[in-house]
């Protein structure tokens, strides 16, 4: 079967057929940079990741976009409370989430595009927009969408315009030309932020970004796009108004969204307070365990997060790694399972095929161990079944260590960043000679959460890794 993709804009599954022959576009929105990330933000990651690591296993030649937001009103306040410059808080935000990703096994994608370092792009897509009547300056100097005058709008969310609007006239904003218009670019206030533009200094709206950066890299036609299902609208809605208006192209031709992490019914954010931060996690559980439990559940449907689910896939890795084990320990060595790389069962490939279904993949790989351990206790040959072990949970990204190390090792947490946490001591020194102490002491927390302790004495500032 050719790979199989629920598009959200068809509302079906689709086979997938690229725009360029051997080649695949795929763009992801990526995270508002001022705080750790979530375990909500890590399913994203590794669901794409996964999609990822199949497209290049199908031989596509994969360009994968995944931006950074690092201008934002979050950003700001952040920043501000900390007495910082926003890029301060946003480099190190950056690096704490590579930090993250490469934890959880996650490949870097092609490009990772900062918001701020595309300005041009949005600025000339508002300009077109405002040149072919999309949109328009308004009395307070905000540049607008006007969401009436694209026919198209509410055709991936499913939403009709009626309906928006009777939902919409609590709070009207008098400077709008229609309640459902939405901000492209705003005024720039006081302290903030703001880049030249022919509307005035200001910023760009969230939307735009998003629009501008995915076009910048992929073209104005592209392959895939894909996010939470919680962007849907109107976030992704947005980014088909202002891309399809201002480039006339057709914008994303396959639209994936993967179902949201809960915590008693609700969907895990900062918002509510109820969030887990991947860091966190991960002082807890082995990475693989966290991103086995992403795994476990197709990508579409929600997932209910506690520790009695990580437990239990906990239970599951070491029969992997139990299996592992006896290989080594029957000369079947580290270096013969990564070079005997490259067999999938079928039962596996129609699995990924049929949208990514990792559940089912998963499942043929513990139905693969019990068949090896089934053959060495009748002393049979498991070549064949080795090497289709090791490619399927090398594309998972799981049973990755040794596994000695697995049952001996204990949790794991990201590589210490040596050059980041010397500049952040940098950082707190100057804090504190500017008597600047909640910046220093929330310094000293962010290096907490990773378990890195600062002991300050008469030669200075020295930091260890926590016992």
């Known amino acids: 079967m050719n790979l199989q993709i629920y598009n959200t804009l068809a ?29 909500g933000h890590a399913r994203v990651m590794v669901v794409f990741d996964v999609i990822y690591r199949w497209l290049m296993q199908l031989g596509y030649e994969v360009n994968y976009v995944r ?73 307070r100097g905000d540049v607008l969408y006007s969401v009436r005058k694209f026919e198209g709008y509410g055709q991936l969310s499913g939403k009709k315009i009626d309906e928006l609007e009777s939902g919409s006239r609590v709070d009207v904003d008098r400077s709008k030309d229609d ?39 992929l073209g104005s036609t592209f392959d895939i796009h894909g996010g939470g299902m919680d962007l849907k609208f109107p976030h992704h809605e947005n980014e088909i108004a202002q891309a399809r208006a201002a480039n006339g192209g057709a914008f994303a031709r396959y639209w994936l ?27 807890k559980y082995d990475s693989e365990v ?61 699995a990924m095929n049929d949208d990514f279904n990792t559940p089912e993949a998963l499942a043929e790989i513990f139905q693969t161990c019990k068949e090896i351990n089934r053959k060495l206790d009748a002393g049979e040959g498991v070549s064949r079944q080795v ?27 990201a590589e210490v960043d040596a050059a980041w946490i010397e500049a952040l001591i940098v950082d707190r020194n100057k804090a504190r000679t500017e008597r600047n102490f909640a910046r ?12 890195i302790i600062l002991e300050d004495g008469a030669d200075g500032t020295t930091w260890k890794k926590a016992d």
């Open 11 to 39: 509302r079906k599954k689709e086979e997938f057929t690229p725009l360029v022959k051997g080649k695949a576009g795929m763009y992801v929105c990526g995270v508002t940079i001022y705080d750790h990330c979530h375990v």
């Open 67 to 139: 931006n950074f937001t690092d201008v934002d009103d979050k950003i700001i306040k952040r920043a501000n409370e900390a007495g910082i410059e926003p890029k301060t808080l946003t480099d190190e935000m950056i690096t704490a989430f590579h930090m993250d990703m490469d934890a959880l096994y996650c490949l870097r994608p092609t490009h990772e595009p900062r918001a701020t370092l595309h300005m041009n792009e949005m600025i000339d897509m508002i300009t077109q927009l405002i040149d072919q009547g999309f949109a328009y300056v308004s009395d």
């Open 179 to 217: 309640p459902l218009d939405f901000v492209l670019w705003k005024q720039a206030k006081s302290g903030e932020p703001a880049w030249d533009s022919p509307w005035g200094s200001g910023r760009p709206g969230w939307h735009i970004e998003c629009s501008a950066m995915s076009c910048a890299h």
């Open 257 to 283: 969204h993967n179902g949201l992490v809960n915590i008693n019914a609700e969907k895990m954010s900062k918002s509510l307070g109820n969030f887990f931060t991947i860091c966190e996690v991960l002082k």
């Open 290 to 350: 966290l991103r086995m439990f992403l795994l476990g559940t197709h990508y579409r449907s929600p997932v209910d997060f506690s520790d009695a689910a990580l437990d239990v896939v906990k239970v599951g890795l070491d029969r992997l790694y139990e299996t592992k084990r006896r290989l080594e320990q029957m000369k079947q060595t580290e270096q013969q399972l990564v070079t005997e790389k490259g067999l999938l069962s079928d039962a596996f490939v129609g």
């Open 387 to 413: 090497r289709e072990l090791t490619a399927m949970t090398s594309l998972l990204g799981i049973v990755q260590k040794d596994a000695d190390a697995w049952f001996h090792g204990g949790a794991n947490n």
């Open 440 to 451: 220093a002491d929330a310094i000293r927390d962010e290096l907490a959460v990773r378990d």
